[in-house]
């Protein structure tokens, strides 16, 4: 994989002495069919990485806001009673 990306984005030769200018040439088909499967590949990925993050959500993050939510009046109270002794 680390070739595919090595070939498609080898560095440009600058415009020095020897340089005639963009030469374009036709990308070869075998190129072509590894980056359509690397592309293939990472959208797979992305979906099953898509799946993980929503469950994360509805198993973790969402608890917490509860939580934090529950705690919200316990902090009022305790926030009364501290003004209370300090009186």
Known sequence: MIQNYEIMYHPIVGAGETYQGHQPIKTPREMLGRVTMLKVAYEELRADMQ???DGVDA???QPVLDAKQSLQPIRG????REDKRVS
């Open 51 to 53: 799946r993980e993050l």
């Open 59 to 61: 198993r973790i993050i």
């Open 77 to 80: 109270v305790i926030k009364q």
